[in-house]
């Protein structure tokens, strides 16, 4: 499956110690790309969204925490010390700094947590070779989470017909993820095998990933694609032009309800009033066993100038108004059709599907 993109969306720089990014904030008009090397740097790079989608998330803080793990070492070598303990409360409070980066992608937590399981199962083992198993380990999502994206895609494609118009909103593409994307998979995917898809991409306000991430992606892989604002999505449903929509999430409860970026819910509701199926793509890293309903997930909240002054040459609300600026909302499961992992396409009663699609991966 080829996509159009000549640059990684996140890289281990492991002889410079570097975290590497593209600079999602820059794009499309500038690929910039950024080498982070302290933790506060690869904090703020994701709290500011120069690399975000869920799983680009949790691949980001998987390499970052492997890099805290060295230096670490390097401090306690310098201390000609090698203490399981001091290595393992440094290790928790990097981990610890990281996932209070955002919220409400569990991919960020479920990622470290299974870093600090490798320290915490190899507690015999030397530091330096606990270490070496951490870079591994953070290799392993990465190529894992490439591995997700093309099983999403073959997924998804069986869901779609040629010459489908397909809508999808904000960006849960190749710049989300390590390769692919999810919701786009079965847009490349389609594109290879000459299906002359349609797709409408919503601009996604207030930080337009839809207009500046996912039409740019698409575009250069030569896929057809549309912008439109959010608030045309009816419209086009309207005419006809959409046969499916597709989106990615950050976090899907374990009845099936969905968070994913602010506005999917709409998109949702829409989609079930036009008789559009609607299809969630959440790799099970996404699906979070712990909770059982959408209103356990936590939601972000950002700053009000991403709202009033972000993006215009003035800022464009009066003085003293009052902004609100949720960045994710959660779609209710049953305006779900489906929910579309690497393990199959679960439907409802998602209790039970998702229960059978987590089993999945316990059993590779
Ligand atoms: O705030 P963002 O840009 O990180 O939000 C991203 C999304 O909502 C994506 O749709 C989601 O993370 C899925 S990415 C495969």
């Not at 320290?119 to 015999?124: F, G, I, L, Q, T």
């Not at 800022?315 to 779900?336: C, Q, R, S, W």
């Amino acid at each position: 499956m080829k996509t159009g993109l000549t640059f990684d969306t996140v890289a281990l720089d492991d002889e410079n110690s570097a975290l590497v990014i593209i600079d999602q904030t820059k794009l499309p008009n500038e690929e910039v790309i950024l080498h982070l090397q302290t933790q506060q740097e690869i904090h703020e790079a994701i709290y500011l969204l120069q690399v975000r989608g869920a799983p680009a998330i949790g691949v980001a803080a998987a390499y970052g925490v492997y890099l805290a793990a060295k230096e670490i070492l390097e401090k306690e070598s310098g201390n000609g010390t090698d203490d399981y303990d001091a290595f393992l409360k440094a290790f928790t409070e990097a981990s610890a700094y990281l996932n209070s980066a955002r919220p409400t992608a569990v991919n960020l937590s479920w990622a470290l947590r299974r870093m600090e399981q490798v320290v915490r199962s190899h507690a015999d083992r030397p530091v330096p070779e606990i270490v070496a198993l951490l870079k591994q380990e953070a290799v392993a999502i990465q190529e894992e989470d490439i591995a997700i994206c093309r099983s999403i895609g073959e997924y998804g494609l069986t869901l779609i017909k040629p010459g489908d118009g397909i809508l999808t909103h904000c960006n849960a593409g190749q710049l989300a993820t390590s390769r692919y994307g999810t919701a786009t998979a079965p847009m490349y995917l389609g594109h290879e095998k000459g299906y002359d898809l349609h797709v409408y991409a919503d601009e996604t306000r207030p930080l337009l990933q839809g207009a500046r991430l996912t039409a740019y992606e698409l575009s250069k892989a030569g896929i057809d694609v549309t912008l439109i604002c959010d608030n045309m999505a009816s419209t086009v449903m309207k005419q006809g032009k959409i046969q499916a929509v597709f989106v990615g999430c950050d976090r899907v409860a374990m009845n099936g309800d969905a968070a994913n970026k602010i506005g999917t819910s709409g998109v949702a509701i829409l989609a079930k009033h036009y008789g559009i199926p609607f299809y969630v793509c959440a790799p099970s890293s996404t699906i979070d066993e712990k909770i059982t309903d959408g209103s356990m997930i936590p939601i972000e909240e950002r700053n009000g100038e991403e709202i009033s002054t972000m993006w215009y040459e003035k800022k464009m609300t009066a003085d003293g108004v009052k902004t609100y600026n949720p960045a994710f909302d959660v779609t209710d499961h049953e305006l779900i059709s489906a929910i579309i992992t690497e393990n199959g396409i679960a439907r409802a009663p998602y209790t039970e599907s998702l229960k059978r699609m987590l089993e999945g991966t316990k059993g590779h």
